[in-house]
Structure formats: C-alpha cells, structure tokens
DNA sequence: CTACCCGAGTTCCCCGAGGGAACTTAAGGG
DNA sequence: CCCTTAAGTTCCCTCGGGGAACTCGGGTAG
C-alpha cells in the first residue's frame, strides 16, 4: 500500500487526512474520548486486530494526540487518554456523527444524542462562523490563500466554490436512504 | 485488508468513517467542492493512482455523495458533482482542515483562510450547539443512547466523557507541533 | 508452591487493496 | 494519418490489514 504521504502537502485537510483518514483512528478517538481507554476494551470494542490497533495507538501516541499512561502501580497497567490535540478532535467526530445521523439513522432515528450540558438540550452540531455564529456551508463561503500557503500551481485548498449550482432539486436524506438500500 | 465493515454498528460515526475513513475520500471531496471535478485533474491534483481514483468516484457515486455527469457533448466528456449528501460533507472538511491548521500550520500560519460571505470575514469554523449558538467540546457535552441506538452492552456511542481531566496542562499547539518536529 | 487468569502487547501467515505504469477506447486537432 | 486529450482499465508487486496464536509480567486461588 504505502500510503502516499500527505502530510508535508500544502493542505491542512491532507495533513488532517494523513492521520485521520483511516477507518480505525476516529473510532479509537472516539473510544478514548468516551472512557474506553484499555487496549483489550478497544481491542474488543472496536472488533480491531490487535496487530492493528497497536500501530494505530502508537502513532497516536507519537502524534501527541494521546498519552500512555499508567493507571494503577499493582499489577502495571497501561491505558491511553486524549491530550488538548486529541481532544480537539471532537469537532471532527461531532461533524462524522452528525453526518452519518443525517444520512444513515434509519427511521427509528439517531443511535445517539448529544446533549449540551452548557443549555442541558439535546443538541446537533453545526459549523459555524466563529465571528457571527451563522452556519457555514459550501455556498457561503470562499477559500483565499493563507499565508502559510506556498501559492502556486497545484496548490489546493478548500472552496473556489462552486460553479453551477442553483438547482435545489437533487436529493434530499430520505431519497438518500432509499438510494443507499 | 478486507476492510471491516462498519457501516452496519450502530453509531453514525461508525457509519459514516466507513466512507469518509480513508486517506483520500476526504482530499476527493475537497477537490470536488473546490472545483476540480474532472477525472484527470483529481488524478494529477492528488497524486492518487487513476485506478484507485475511478474505484473511490464509483464508491462516491454509489453511495450518492457524488454524481458522475456529462459537462459536454462532443467529445462526450463527464465529470463529479457533489450532491447535497456530498455537500454536507462540508463540515466534517472544516472540522478537519480547522484542527491541521490549528496543529500543523507552522510558524507562517495556515496554507488557507476560510472567508464567509455572510459576513465578509475570514473565519474559523467551531462546532456550535444548534439551540444556544455555544462551541460543543468534549467537556461540556454528554451522550446518551438515541432512539435508533440498539441499546445494550456493546453499543457504543461518543461521549460518556472524561472521567479525571481537570489538570489543564499538557500542550499546547505550539508544543505539539514542535513534539511532531 | 504451582496452576491458572488477567492485561497488554508481539509474532506469524495469508490475502487483498494500494502504487505505478502501461494499455484501451473514443473523439478531435494539426 | 498520426498525435493528443479524457476517462478509465489492466497488470504486476508490495505492503498493510485480518485473525489467531504466542509472550511476558504479575496477580490470585487452591
């Protein structure tokens, strides 16, 4: 396989990728962020070849996105917790999840809800302006160059926007779902 | 690999990594929301191999993230839109390029800015409770079983939260870069 | 004192997915 | 008539994932 490196792109979305962009890593977060810490609960939680969720937890750890550290002196025992980096993987999760809610909860519903303890509602998550809260979407928005942007041929990042795109027809989560079964 | 499959545990995370959980599907979505639509331009702007880029747009279509259509007659050329599923993506592409910037961007700063049209400012996306407008973080939500959730032993869910995290050390995005260094 | 459980990995083998490059098909263009 | 472009497809090779067994340090039960 020898997965491409993506990680010296341009591309904070390809550096993000480049960790994150494996079927297991945002399930270990999510795991870890949840309380399930120990190898074996991961381990059986998660249905991951232990071979693999032993790479996956060691690059988290080089990462600096968890720690391992010792739990309890006798026996020895090692778990992993989310550091500041780790935890500020939320966002991500919260985005997947509230995705996947939208696209893929059956009729019953979500398998889960997030409530804010700050309002105590349950709650869905949008991304928002950090200056004006409104929701960002793809149509509001417009991506320039930062200044850590090597600007130039072949650099890419996120929303020139789109070209044509006004219809409103196309599908909604229902037609989705129905298109997905 | 045999890929296990996790688009059928209940967790919409789960779910939705089972697409999203790959190193390029998330470059491929940004290309596509960004612009560049066309088979040989995600192939030579990605770096992907063309056989792995036709079985990731084939995955998309299928899974109604993307739609494969005809942009000129003669020569019959097509390319990749995103439909509203695939737009919706957007967040999780934000969430993600907000935490590569946050913790990758060097010195120079982030490689993109994100500008809202709506109110005319660059901008850096928070996931925010829909009811109160406040940032979701791993601290101030909880989650509780939803409806769709087959609640039992096993079922997994985000968020039962940090048990002890009170210590407000640890790094910072200037120590973790420079512990990735 | 020995035998039997943990928890946390590590090792082994097999197989299939990804990389890479060449080949294909269809339609212009010089 | 041959070259070029777009959009894939095919082939071979390697490497990383699945799965299960093995290890290792340290209890704890008998």
Not at 86 to 110: F, T
């Amino acid at each position: 396989m020898t997965r491409t490196p993506l990680a010296d792109v341009a591309c904070s979305i390809a550096r993000a990728t480049d960790l994150f962009g494996d079927a297991w890593t945002a399930l270990i977060m999510r795991d870890v962020l949840t309380g399930v810490t120990r190898f074996d609960a991961l381990a059986h939680d998660l249905g991951i070849s232990r071979k693999v969720l032993a790479a996956r937890l060691s690059r988290l750890v080089e990462e600096g996105v968890l720690v391992r550290e010792r739990y309890q002196e006798r026996p020895p025992r090692e778990h992993y917790r989310a550091t500041r980096k780790g935890e500020e993987l939320y966002p991500v999760l919260l985005a997947l999840m509230e995705w996947g809610d939208r696209w893929y909860a059956g009729p019953a519903g979500p398998p889960a809800r997030i409530r804010h303890l700050g309002c105590g509602r349950d709650t869905t998550p949008v991304s928002a302006c950090a200056h004006c809260g409104e929701p960002l979407t793809v149509g509001n928005t417009t991506q320039l160059p930062g200044p850590g942007g090597r600007t130039g041929p072949g650099t890419r990042v996120l929303g020139p926007l789109l070209s044509g795109r006004e219809d409103g027809r196309e599908d909604t989560p229902e037609a989705g779902r129905a298109a997905a079964v």
